[in-house]
């Protein structure tokens, strides 16, 4: 869906909007849902990505892996992603 994103982002901008746009990102997979999160950003510097991590409904609800939930904090909280990369946020 990336490449529909960035035409639509292209097409908002084109009409003249210059205000923030919210993307959300279900993420199931660190590594993938990181990609996804980084070519989200590079479209727009005015792109919000909010990250849910996937929950299993059909077990206890909860985040199995806590990469996810280290990710999501990093991508959600705009200080954090803004101060240092994931790699470097994830080694802490």
């Not at 849902?33 to 479209?43: M, P, T």
């Not at 954090?80 to 470097?88: A, H, L, P």
Request: with cysteine.
């Amino acid at each position: 869906m990336i490449e529909p994103l960035s035409k639509a982002v292209k097409m908002l901008r084109q009409a003249g909007y210059n205000g923030e746009i919210f993307v959300y990102v279900l993420a199931q997979d660190p590594t993938e849902s990181l990609d996804r999160i980084q070519r989200i950003l590079a479209i727009d510097k005015k792109i919000t990505p909010y990250c849910q991590p996937f929950r299993n409904l059909d077990g206890d609800g909860k985040v199995t892996d806590h990469n996810l939930e280290r990710l999501a904090r990093w991508c959600n909280k705009v200080w954090i992603r803004k101060s240092c990369k994931f790699e470097e946020y994830n080694r802490k």
